[in-house]
């Protein structure tokens, strides 16, 4: 009832209605423009740069396959079977879903090198080249997304801003525990897969080992069974432990628990809100794409009314083809055109390298959104709680000693006597404590209660006798 008449509310006040509260989900549209943000693009940006030059240096390892090299792509260029720009002739569900690929494409640098670890198919040197891409894309995901996702979470849930290299030094401190998190449930399915192969080997011995393995069959379905929970986390939540990590500010079994227990204990709701951030991120990404694209056709509209239309196309080209036709080559060769070719298609190659990273941006800062609505449904946790590092204040002035820096107030002090004072301890003096001499007796002599008192104080002292 006090409460109730401080705050003037009455049990039956009508409360107004909030869709955010009816649907949380709908929160999920503000992860369009928190990663549209020329800090996290950059981070994105500079990820996929990264990887993508990591597996150009892998395809001249020793152990890469064959066509490896054919099929090696920069962000930049196209793949078979990519959507390149927007077609205004396709209809909306045809630019909607043809380059889904680039919001998860974090995802399937993970996935693509795990996939080829489970063909079976595979040798010894198809398996290392593929272990070696798999953990070099955790190594560069592990900094560049744990920085997105914490500027995401901070943002999301606090409104607030986080700087760049302030996001950079959050994700390096805690970068094991980002490179850990999905390796921990790995190395659960190497163990098991051990178990296997164990139980392989008996299956080798004469005449007895098909009937071995026969028997006890079970246990390896029992073992695979496990392992497809592990397979199936790890390739669902390994985005979720990284925002884990970002809002919590934990460690990677931390990321790794939490992450498997949202995504096993509320599978539908996951699976709603995994169908609306695609959604949602399609329909950005198809303005990111279309903004992209006009941007690089209205800059070469412009130029080319003054430059030529032909002479901006030798410029600008990317067809092998135009630049070896023979009556083009004398054009292709004269002048600076080799020194401006390389630095036009390298702004261009910019401009689309920002607009795919926007994909990847809107993966992990999604990313951390689900994981807040999850702990919110799940634990029933305040979407704006996030951990945040406070920096100690620095203060220029001198510290405060006596009775300023008391937190008592001076006149409260009860007053010392000048016979309860003591004596400092000995290392404040140097080691050494000082001589205390007996007090003179009085002038009339010692009073005899007083004597008798001090005898046995001088008879109870060691070496007294």
């Known amino acids: 009832m006090d409460q109730q008449q401080a705050t003037g509310l009455s049990p039956f006040t009508e409360r107004p209605f909030r869709w955010r509260d009816a649907f949380p989900w709908i929160r999920l549209w503000r992860a369009v423009r928190i990663a549209a943000d020329l800090r996290k693009l950059l981070l994105a940006a500079a990820a996929l740069a990264v990887v993508a030059a990591g597996e150009r240096l892998f395809v001249e390892l020793p152990f890469a396959p064959d066509g490896a090299e054919a099929a090696f792509r920069w962000p930049w260029q196209p793949y078979p079977g990519a959507y390149d720009g927007f077609d205004a002739d396709s209809s909306l569900m045809e630019n909607l879903t043809a380059d889904w690929g680039e919001l998860t494409r974090p995802l399937a640098q993970f996935l693509a090198p795990a996939s080829h670890l489970m063909d079976g198919d595979g040798g ?27 500027m995401a979470a901070v943002e999301f849930a606090r409104d607030e801003r986080v700087a760049l290299w302030a996001a950079l030094r959050f994700a ?9 998190a999905p390796l921990l449930p790995i190395a659960g399915v190497a163990a098991l897969w051990l178990l296997c192969l164990v139980g392989g080997l008996l299956g080798r011995l004469p005449w007895v080992g098909e009937g071995v393995v026969g028997l006890f069959w079970f246990v390896p379905l029992a073992i695979g069974f496990v392992m497809a929970l592990i397979v199936v986390g790890v390739a669902l939540g390994w985005p979720l432990m990284s925002a884990t990590i970002s809002v919590e500010g934990t460690d990677a079994f931390d990321g790794f628990s939490r992450s498997y227990s949202y995504l096993y204990g509320r599978p539908g709701y996951f699976a709603w809100l995994v169908l609306v951030a695609l959604v949602f991120g399609a329909l950005a990404f198809l303005v990111v794409k279309l903004f992209a694209t006009m941007t690089v056709f209205l800059a ?19 067809s092998i083809a135009d630049l070896l036709d023979p009556d083009r080559l004398e054009k292709n060769t004269r002048g600076w055109i080799n ?17 795919i990273g926007y994909g990847a941006a809107f993966f992990w800062t999604a990313a951390t959104a689900l994981y807040l609505l999850l702990r919110y449904s799940e634990d029933a946790v305040e979407l704006d709680e996030v951990h945040l590092e406070h920096e100690p204040e620095r203060d220029d002035l001198l510290p405060l000693v006596g009775v300023a820096a008391s937190d008592q107030p001076a006149g409260e002090r009860p007053a010392t006597a000048p016979g309860d004072l003591k004596e400092p301890p000995a290392e404040v003096l140097g080691g050494f404590s000082p001589a205390v001499e007996p007090a ?26």
């Open 124 to 150: 010894v040197e198809e398996a290392a080249y593929a272990w070696t891409r798999l953990l070099w894309a955790i190594i560069v995901w592990s900094l560049f997304g744990g920085a997105i996702a914490r």
């Open 172 to 180: 390096g401190g805690r970068f094991l525990s980002y490179l850990s």
């Open 300 to 318: 070469g509209w412009g130029v080319s009314d003054g430059m030529g239309l032909e002479n901006l196309g030798v410029l600008v080209s990317t």
């Open 339 to 355: 020194f401006g070719r390389p630095l036009a298609m390298f702004w261009i190659h910019v401009v689309v390298l920002l607009a």
């Open 440 to 465: 003179p007796p009085p002038a009339d002599g010692p009073d005899p209660a007083a004597r008798d008192t001090w005898n046995e104080d001088e008879a109870s002292r060691p070496g007294s006798s």
